[in-house]
Every structure is written in structure tokens, then in C-alpha cells.
């Protein structure tokens, strides 16, 4: 199955940016994760942001590890959507049950992931129903 990527673009922003963004659609496959890294790194060359590839890409790694891992069955989404001074990343599996920070012991292989994302993002959360993750990262002024 091909993900599906649909681009929306607004052109009313502040600062003669438009509100711009995609979105894609996929059944849960771990070579999704290096796919979905490689769609954002090519929507950040696109956007002149790849000051933030590093962090995004692992951003959103571990947002869509994390989706795959307890979709149960459900498609996986990931949307991405740029404003004039931030950029907001959310990932969507279907589980009613909302992604919570873990403390992982030193001998654990998984668990460290949110605590990743909280720590590069300028801020993250759940939907309601727990069905989505987001997180958003700040856009760097531009220097002249």
C-alpha cells in the first residue's frame, strides 16, 4: 500500500509565510518509520527549514514508532503542518489509550521515547479521545 499524501496551502499568514502541510495515511509497518522520516526531511528541504531535520526526524521516529506499536490493526497518520513560527507534528493510531511518559530503567531497550520528544519540543500533548500525539517545535527567526 502507498501512503497517500495530500498538501494543503494557505496563503494568509502572517509574515507572507503560508500556513502550509501534508498528511499521510499508512497500515502499521516498522519500514514505515524511515519512510515517514524521509517524506518530513523532503517537506523541510522544500519549506528551507532543515536547520530542524535532526530534531524533527527524530521527533517524529518516535511519534510514529510509538503509533505502529499500539495501532492494533488501524491505519497510522501522520500530519505535519507549518505556521509562520511553528511547526506541528501529530500522529494518529486509533488506540483510545493517550501516550504517557515512562520511566525506563537503565536495562531497557524501549520507553525513552516521549521523554525525547519532550525534551526537543516546545511543547506536546494528547487529543481527548488518546487517539493522537502531537508536539510542536518552534521555527528559528530568520537572519538577514
Known amino acids: 500500500m502507498t501512503p497517500t499524501t495530500a498538501l494543503a496551502s494557505v496563503a494568509s499568514a502572517p509574515d507572507h509565510i503560508a500556513a502550509s502541510g501534508f498528511e499521510v495515511d499508512f497500515l502499521p509497518a516498522e519500514s ?7 517524506i518530513t526531511a523532503a ?3 522544500h ?10 526526524e527524530l521527533v ?12 492494533e490493526g ?17 500522529v494518529t493510531d486509533g488506540s ?8 525506563a530503567g537503565e536495562a531497557d531497550e524501549s520507553g525513552r521515547g516521549l521523554l525525547l520528544v519532550a525534551a526537543i519540543a516546545k511543547e506536546w500533548g494528547t487529543s481527548p479521545d ?3 500525539t502531537w ?4 521555527i528559528p527567526e530568520r537572519r538577514s
Open 32 to 38: 514505515r518509520v524511515g519512510q515517514m522520516r524521509r
Open 43 to 45: 517537506h523541510l528541504r
Open 47 to 56: 519549506w528551507h527549514l532543515t536547520v530542524l531535520t535532526d530534531d524533527v
Open 60 to 71: 517524529v521516529s518516535e511519534l510514529v514508532t510509538n503509533a505502529i506499536q499500539h495501532a
Open 74 to 90: 488501524n491505519s497510522v497518520g501522520l500530519r505535519m503542518r507549518r505556521a509562520a513560527h511553528e511547526l506541528r507534528i501529530e
Open 96 to 103: 483510545p489509550t493517550p501516550a504517557r511518559l515512562r520511566c
Open 130 to 132: 488518546g487517539t493522537m
Open 135 to 138: 508536539c510542536s517545535l518552534a
